[in-house]
């Protein structure tokens, strides 16, 4: 088995910083992307911002430049680093990553959410 404890997280006024970070743990053979969604009150899950195994990172247009995504392959931990917060960037923050199992199955894990909220 497979899985993804996120740590992070918690309440911050507006323009302040959190990190978040998410470990993978278990039956892991190798990692492919990683990645940190968002979902709002109300509203869908969205891609936040992903890296590949091997650094590439991609992030949504509304968090460029505030957000960095990076991760520690030796750790098997992703981070996402937030500065600059905004109101609008109140949600649960769920990780994810694409892993091979040791029995060689691709499967797309996911982290249990951690909840980020911003104060005006």
């Known amino acids: 088995q497979v899985q993804l404890v996120q740590s992070g997280g918690g309440l911050v006024q507006a323009g302040g910083s959190l990190r978040l970070s998410c470990a993978a743990s278990?039956?892991?053979?190798?990692?492919?992307?990683m990645g940190w969604y968002r979902q709002a009150p109300g509203k869908q899950r969205d891609l936040v911002a992903s890296?590949?195994?091997?650094?590439?990172?991609n992030y949504v247009d509304s968090v460029k430049g505030r957000f960095t995504i990076s991760r520690d392959n030796a750790k098997n931990t992703v981070y996402l680093q937030m500065n600059s917060l905004k109101p609008e960037d109140t949600a649960v923050y769920y990780c994810?990553?694409?892993?091979?199992?040791?029995?060689?199955?691709?499967?797309?894990?996911w982290g249990k959410g951690t909840l980020v909220t911003v104060s005006s």
């Open positions: 994810n990553a694409k892993i091979t199992t040791k029995d060689l199955y691709v499967m797309s894990y």
């Open positions: 278990g039956s892991i053979f190798s990692i492919n992307d």
């Open positions: 890296i590949s195994s091997g650094g590439s990172t």
